[in-house]
């Protein structure tokens, strides 16, 4: 239903119905929650099975907190995040889930999902002035792009140990989630290693409508043999439709010590290069609780349900503290975002869950975007 036929008693009502739905939580719609991480794998044998479950949960609080550090922090400082006590940790976990539980009458064997309280986690990490980001990016689309010493290029072909390596990668899930295509016949058709090699824009566009209109992460291995035995990493993330926003990571020669076989020089490649993307993103998205901004902005609504969808998206965005509707009309809704960080984190941030922030100031326009309306 169109808004200019709603009555002017029903649109009345849809303002107080709306503004209602704004000023309560509702569930977040992000592809996965930051505070919580999933699985912790235990496996620990005590002088019984109640000891064994004890400890076993005591262990898997300890390194899901070390996980969600990981997570958050950049590397150079998480040294300075303090470790909690028990007690203390104990308080910062929300709750726990156990799947896949085994115990024998001295073992137990599980994997626990935690999840942690955000703000207690925030108030720690600010007090210890560690710096931290929690905007998840929208996940990226993995074209492993292979150079064998004979000159070739390949893609989608085999053997592509380049493209194996990523398969079976067991990469902790950060704030950079990873999508592996699995070469399918419309994949092979969207693009090609040419096509990924140059970063052709249109061929991108094409794999990531695949994919929900997810960025794309081109990573180009060389294996060399020889006197200096190794692996060079040239990786691009793109995001489609945006030329010139691209960012890009070259990898010096990682050298194979002895012992090492192929398959795992290109596994730790993998992980070294995927790190990059992570440290990269979370330098990009730092939140200084101490800057923050305030703006109002237009959204533009041919129905009720657009004007939701838009809504529905700012929910869960970390730089997002709070939003406020302001008036809603047959042309839409007029809304105030309270946000921290710069206005440039902002857009990064919206971006993520498809939202685009156009206009300058006081005319700003935050509207869904076109290819991600269902």
Do not use: C
């Amino acid at each position: 239903m169109l808004l200019k036929r709603w009555p002017q008693r029903g649109l009345a009502v849809l303002l107080l119905a709306a503004s209602a739905a704004f000023a309560m939580p509702t569930v977040a719609q992000s592809r996965f929650d930051v505070f919580t991480i999933s699985p912790v794998p235990v496996d620990v044998t005590a002088a019984n099975a109640s000891a064994a479950r004890d400890q076993a949960l005591a262990e898997g609080e300890k390194r899901a907190f070390q996980m969600l550090i990981e997570r958050l922090t950049l590397a150079n400082s998480r040294n300075r995040v303090p470790r909690p006590s028990a007690a203390q940790l104990n308080d910062l976990v929300q709750g726990f889930e156990v799947a896949n539980e085994r115990r024998s009458g001295v073992r137990y064997i599980a994997q626990y999902s935690f999840r942690f309280r955000p703000d207690a986690v925030r108030q720690l990490l600010t007090g210890a002035g560690v710096a931290f980001a929690e905007t998840a990016s929208k996940p990226l689309v993995v074209l492993a792009v292979f150079h064998d010493e004979d000159g070739r290029t390949v893609l989608w072909e085999d053997p592509n140990p380049w493209r194996d390596a990523w398969a079976r990668a067991k990469l902790p899930l950060g704030l950079v989630p990873l999508v592996i295509p699995l070469g399918e016949i419309d994949d092979v058709a969207a693009i090609d290693a040419d096509g990924a090699t140059r970063g052709d824009d249109a061929r991108l566009q094409a794999l990531s409508q695949r994919y929900e209109g997810d960025d794309v992460l081109v990573t180009q291995a060389t294996l060399m043999h020889g006197v200096l035995h190794g692996v060079n990493v040239q990786t691009t993330r793109y995001t489609p439709g945006n030329p010139g926003s691209s960012q890009s990571w070259t990898a010096a020669t990682m050298e194979k010590p002895g012992g090492e076989n192929d398959p795992d020089l290109m596994a730790r490649a993998a992980a070294e290069t995927m790190a990059r993307v992570e440290e990269a993103w979370k330098v990009a998205n730092i939140l200084d609780p101490r800057q923050s901004g305030t703006l109002i902005v237009r959204v533009p609504a041919a129905s009720l349900g657009d004007w939701i969808a838009v809504r529905d998206r700012l929910t869960g965005i970390p730089a997002v503290r709070s939003s406020q509707l302001v008036a809603l009309d047959r042309d839409g809704a007029r809304v105030e975002i309270h946000y921290l960080g710069d206005p440039a984190q902002l857009r990064l941030a919206l971006g993520q869950r498809d939202l685009e922030l156009g206009g300058s100031d006081p005319d700003w326009i935050l509207r869904q975007r076109a290819d991600a309306r269902r």
